[in-house]
């Protein structure tokens, strides 16, 4: 299995507070992604980034911020949570762009109260 | 922009038999993959099979084949003698250019001992 890690695992807040969520990989691999996953929508990306300090939006990126200073690590900021964005998360890595198959981390469920 | 459409939200199939799952994708590129994942209930995603768009045979992967019709743009997953384990949310997914991932809504798969 790929290593890739999510924390925290699960977490419950609250409206208006900041939230982070934590990807971290140790396969070097030059692509990271973030995802949410609803019912009745499927995976939608949030996020990408395609190398240290290089980031992108993907198609649900408002209330979303990313920051990638690390190889690594990938975070996806909450600035002000709202109930909206009560969901499961997921990262993935791919080692390099088109064609490449991308590895998922295990999820992240965010509640907001 | 890409779309995948995955029109039948719930199949079910009986142990041992045959089932196929549907999926169908536009895009102006010429040049892109497609997937097939597969997300269990641990909501762990598992990369199926992969098809280049370029290559004219259809891939294969043990018991789990596709038919390819890139005129059509169609692209559906045969699963053959089916198995418990194959109960699962499938999701097909569209890679291009751009290093991104759009993913169908899904279809869950529900398997009748």
């Known amino acids: 299995d790929a290593g890739i890690t999510q924390s925290p695992r699960h977490k419950v807040t609250e409206t208006g507070t900041p939230v982070t969520l934590r990807c971290h990989q140790t396969e070097n691999h030059r692509y990271m992604y973030w995802y949410r996953q609803d019912p009745g929508h499927g995976l939608r990306l949030i996020h990408y980034?395609?190398?240290?300090?290089?980031?992108d939006k993907g198609e649900v990126s408002d209330g979303y911020s990313v920051s990638r200073s690390k190889t690594e690590d990938f975070l996806l900021t909450l600035e002000s949570a709202t109930s909206s964005q009560t969901s499961v998360y997921f990262c993935?890595?791919?080692?390099?762009?088109?064609?490449?198959?991308?590895?998922f981390g295990p999820g992240t469920r965010l509640t907001v109260l | 922009a890409q779309t995948v459409t995955q029109s039948q939200p719930e199949m079910s199939v009986q142990e041992a038999e045959t089932v196929t799952l549907s999926c169908t994708y536009d895009?102006?590129?010429?040049?892109?993959?497609l997937f097939w994942y597969k997300q269990p209930p641990s909501r762990q995603m598992i990369l199926v099979i992969r098809q280049e768009a370029y290559k004219q045979q259809n891939a294969t992967e043990n018991r789990f084949s596709v038919n390819f019709q890139k005129a059509a743009k169609s692209f559906s997953l045969k699963i053959s003698d089916s198995q418990l384990g194959d109960a699962a949310m499938y999701f097909c997914a569209y890679g291009g250019a751009n290093s991104k991932l759009t993913f169908g809504k899904g279809i869950t798969l529900s398997v009748r001992p």
């Open positions: 980034s395609y190398g240290v300090k290089d980031t």
């Open positions: 993935a890595i791919s080692e390099s762009g088109l064609g490449n198959e991308q590895f």
């Open positions: 895009t102006s590129e010429s040049d892109y993959y």
